[in-house]
């Protein structure tokens, strides 16, 4: 533990952040979204197949949980403490309000792939529930995870495209992305944003379950005291990674595959975190927000039109192998950055509009 942060819990970000950079950048900067509903591409080199199959399996759905697992537990932590000072409802929302405004920046002038809106909104139904027994949490908790199985087996009537349209889609997608102005493609990318409602639709229950887990988590001290839980950390990682690996791999019970796997992701962090391990992943955990909204504008900048406009050129084994050079570079650039000053940029504006005046930034400043 490092002053109030605790070492873990940055870490782990800064490893999930790795996650949802492969999964962002070889499903959704490289093509089209919506190519992942054509079904396998033939013409597929063997090294392709495999990252895809990596980010696919490994990846894809279980690096977005940990970080909602984090996000409420971030809520938690910050509820607590804003509770000694009063009015923790109050900057909360203003927090998330914040958020908010910069999710809908991202999602309308840079990319639509944008989680920020979901996680603002998520955020501000869950809030009420922070001040709820422990026990409330928990069955909240179970109750969206519950709906989300529900609607991944029962037909609720989510609006979903023919399959004519993802092809039709995805080849004019390659073609505005790749060679269109920057008007064209914000454009375009609005477009698209009603048919990217439905996996939103379907994936918030699961969203909001994982932010009471992790409210959860903090309440019950299991996140706030690791070390004192290992056992119970060892079975989240033995039957998480083991059972949750099993049911991806034969893509059976999608739903509690992915979420087993992601929790026994992060109990293994949790526990290589308490031999010492890890913390050069520390910084990027702590700047996250910052990596996060740079990797889309790096990324832009190679597969868009008024970039570089190497959209649905490239395949998954070169694109994969770049999302590594960019994470090892901000890794490097975080870990420095922080040497210098107390936040990243964005997350010092974050706090700075949230508190409503300039927060210190230099750790020269006095607090």
């Given at each position: 533990m490092t002053g109030e942060r605790i070492d873990a819990i940055d870490i782990l970000r800064g490893i999930a952040l790795f996650g949802v950079l492969s999964?962002?950048?070889?499903?959704e900067f490289r093509v089209s979204i919506f190519q992942q509903f054509l079904g396998p591409d033939p013409g597929l080199g063997v090294l392709d197949k495999l990252v895809e199959g990596l980010v696919r399996v490994g990846f894809e759905m279980k690096a977005f949980a940990v970080f909602s697992f984090l996000f409420g537990l971030g809520l938690a932590v910050q509820f607590e403490r804003l509770s000694r000072t009063g009015r923790p409802f109050y900057w909360l929302a203003r927090r998330l309000g914040v958020l908010l405004v910069f999710g809908l920046v991202h999602l309308l002038l840079i990319w639509n792939g944008d989680i920020l809106t979901e996680y603002a909104l998520g955020g501000l139904l869950v809030l009420p529930l922070l001040a709820?027994?422990?026990w409330a949490l928990a069955v909240a908790a179970a109750g969206m995870f519950a709906l989300y199985l529900f609607i991944g087996v029962v037909p609720v009537g989510i609006p979903w495209p023919d399959p004519a349209w993802f092809e039709q889609?995805?080849?004019?997608?390659?073609?505005?992305y790749a060679s269109g102005s920057y008007a064209e493609i914000c454009r375009f990318s609005m477009n698209e944003l009603p048919y990217l409602l439905p996996l939103h639709l379907y994936v918030i229950p699961r969203t909001l379950a994982l932010f009471l887990l992790g409210a959860l988590a903090w309440r019950t001290g299991v996140m706030q005291r690791p070390g004192e839980h290992?056992?119970?950390?060892?079975?989240i990682a033995v039957v998480g990674v083991a059972g949750g690996a099993a049911l991806c791999i034969q893509d059976v019970a999608t739903g509690v595959g992915q979420s087993l796997l992601a929790a026994g992701y992060a109990a293994t962090v949790i526990l290589l975190t308490q031999r010492g391990w890890l913390r050069s992943f520390a910084p990027l955990g702590r700047m996250a927000f910052t990596n996060y909204i740079a990797q889309?504008?790096?990324?832009?900048?190679i597969f868009f039109g008024y970039g570089l406009?190497?959209?649905g050129k490239l395949g998954a084994a070169p694109v994969f192998l770049l999302g590594i050079g960019v994470y090892v570079a901000q890794m490097v650039l975080s870990a420095w950055w922080l040497r210098h000053f107390r936040f990243g940029p964005?997350?010092?504006?974050?706090r700075t509009l949230m508190y409503g005046k300039t927060q210190p930034m230099r750790r020269t400043a006095k607090v």
């Open positions: 999964v962002n950048l070889v499903s709820a027994p422990t889609h995805v080849a004019l997608a390659d073609q505005v290992r056992r119970l950390w060892t079975g889309s504008l790096i990324f832009g900048c406009g190497q959209f964005l997350e010092w504006l974050w």
